[in-house]
């Protein structure tokens, strides 16, 4: 199958807006949902919407099925050795504040070191600042290469024996770069620190191997990769996550409940306190064997191919800035002179064309490339090159508009 | 090009984006009020000399988008010599605007402020035209709290 087939699988693609067909290049903020994911969703509130692990009726046999169905999917999808590694969070940002609340907060003191980058999204970046200020451990950044890369010589340098995290995202959500997770793990490793990493732009554009990447927790959010909003998944290693205590208590979570004391279920049911996202998980199982069927180094390939496209178009256009690699995922981060991004999105949307434009949650990243905002436009497997040759053109009128009324 | 993208960047405000009124800081015992607009990174330094209940002047600083720039140069020109309650209703009148609808235009010389109601077909773009005047509100505000 190709883009243009993919595409016909999304219904909200195929409307116009503000009288202009509807160019969708904001997959990287949350992207569409195929037809198989909403029937998925639609099929369990009609079918059997039931709570899971409790009762004995039917319903609720079959909801539990779906849920820890899902989960086994999840286990498959990013390569983690048992169900009991995968835990649903809400989104990435819940997953990663699970690993700082319960891990951080327990294994750091003062001396100790935390180690992210100046690219991460707030969501990697604030967790951490909270656990530095209540154990008094040190939040230290690696710094980034002009182009907005990672210099392994710099994650040696900046890694210490006495660094006892590291977490660092995939793919910037910004500037597109692919970072050497890998390699970062072993230094990680190499002085005694936990990897974790912010997947949140990754898996949803390429084949994710936890064992490989060799991380010890991995985060990333169902929304961005063709399911449903409010699920997420954090994988952590048995060994880690066996040791960790809960950071939410309620129902669902335990075993014996005393008038003192209780204890919990084994994993991973203990990080998931109260009623779960049953509709959630199995709209994001559905995402995965949606991108299972289409597969995901098709989806990289096409992005890949998209984005050295949409490179090429805006070279040719005067007076546009590019952040970022040139070696890039799906995105395109750029300014206009003269023309605040905020322009420049109002414009495009007037020709149907929705594109993000602000800080992106990356504020230390505005800072360092020394912007207050940019505009992005970030692709996916239904996005063609018709669609850059729209933007394209949206960003020629705004050029024109803004050119005509100064 | 649509009619409501040519309603939203008037000339007027074009003008006042690249020509920018009342801007800098008040060095003197002024009211400072910093405020950001965090969804979408906007900035805004605002400057006020509050003098017996009445806005002496205003300056503003801040990095943004033409429509919150522009606003907040059109909003120090309109708030300047007007008694605090009066800049208050006017910010109300203003957001009247700003939300479509009908709004009180024969109180107070508007002038140029009409040229932003076309914000009102953008409500993505509302919070910027509305940041310098809450900033304003904010700053007398706290001047009234000072002196209770």
Redesign the interface.
């Known amino acids: 199958m190709s883009a243009n087939e993919w595409r016909k699988l999304f219904p909200i693609l195929d409307q116009e807006v503000?009288?202009k067909p509807l160019v969708y290049l904001d997959s990287a903020a949350t992207s569409q949902k195929p037809i198989q994911v909403i029937e998925a969703l639609d099929k369990y509130y009609k079918e059997y919407n039931s709570n899971v692990h409790r009762g004995v009726h039917t319903l609720g046999t079959r909801a539990t099925d779906g849920y820890e169905g899902a989960r086994e999917k999840v286990r498959r999808f990013i390569g983690a050795k048992s169900t009991q590694e995968i835990i649903f969070t809400r989104g990435t940002t819940t997953a990663i504040n699970t690993v700082a609340r319960s891990y951080g907060m327990a294994n750091l003191s003062e001396g100790d070191e935390i180690v992210i980058t100046p690219m991460e999204h707030h969501s990697n970046i604030i967790p951490w600042q909270q656990v530095a200020k209540t154990t008094g451990a040190t939040l230290k950044y690696i710094p980034l290469q002009p182009d907005g890369t990672i210099d392994l010589v710099d994650v040696e340098n900046t890694v210490t024996e006495h660094t006892k995290i590291v977490s660092v995202m995939q793919v910037s959500n910004v500037l597109g770069t692919i970072n050497p997770i890998k390699e970062i793990a072993a230094i990680a490793h190499k002085n005694g620190a936990v990897m974790v990493v912010d997947g949140a732009q990754s898996a949803p554009h390429m084949k994710v191997d936890v064992q490989d990447l060799d991380c010890d927790f991995f985060a990333f959010s169902a929304h961005k990769m063709c399911g449903p909003t409010g699920i997420g998944v954090l994988y952590g290693k048995k060994a880690l996550l066996n040791k960790m205590d809960p950071v939410e208590f309620g129902g669902e979570m335990i075993d014996f409940v005393g008038l003192q004391e209780s204890t919990w279920k084994e994993l991973p049911w203990k990080f998931e306190g109260g009623t779960p996202i049953i509709a959630g998980a199995i709209g994001l199982g559905a995402a995965i064997d949606f991108l299972e069927q289409v597969g995901l180094d098709n989806v990289l390939k096409h992005e890949h191919v998209l984005a050295e496209y949409a490179m090429e178009r805006l070279s040719e256009l005067d007076g546009v800035t590019i952040f970022g690699p040139k070696e890039r995922a799906g995105l395109v981060t750029f300014n206009l002179d003269d023309v605040?991004?905020?322009?420049v999105a109002?414009?495009l949307?007037?020709e149907g064309i929705a594109v993000r434009?602000?800080?992106h949650c990356a504020?230390p990243l505005?800072k360092w490339l020394d912007v207050?905002?940019t505009a992005r436009a970030s692709f996916y497997l239904y996005n063609t090159e018709d669609d850059i040759d729209a933007f394209l053109k949206g960003l020629t009128?705004a050029k024109e508009?803004?050119g005509h009324?100064? | 090009?649509?009619s409501?993208?040519d309603q939203?960047?008037r000339?007027v405000i074009?003008d006042h984006y690249?020509n920018p009124r009342n801007k800098g800081f008040i060095e003197d015992n002024a009211l400072t009020i910093n405020m950001n607009n965090p969804?979408?990174?906007?900035?805004i330094q605002l400057t006020l000399k509050v003098e017996d209940g009445k806005i002496e002047s205003a300056k503003f600083d801040g990095?943004?988008?033409?429509?919150s720039l522009a606003s907040a140069s059109m909003m120090t020109q309109a708030v300047k010599g007007l008694p605090v309650e009066d800049a208050v209703k006017l910010a109300k009148i203003f957001y009247d605007m700003m939300l479509g609808n009908d709004y009180d235009d024969e109180s107070y010389d508007l002038g140029d402020i009409e040229a932003l109601s076309g914000v009102s077909k953008?409500p993505?773009?509302i919070k910027?035209a509305t940041l310098a005047w809450k900033a304003m509100e904010q700053g007398v505000g706290k001047d009234e709290e000072e002196e209770e």
């Open positions: 503000n009288g605040h991004p905020h322009d109002t414009v949307d007037s434009a602000g800080h504020q505005m207050t905002a009128t508009y803004f009324v100064f | 090009m649509s409501n993208l939203l960047y000339q074009m690249k969804t979408c990174g906007d900035r990095e943004g988008c033409s429509i953008f993505a773009r910027c």
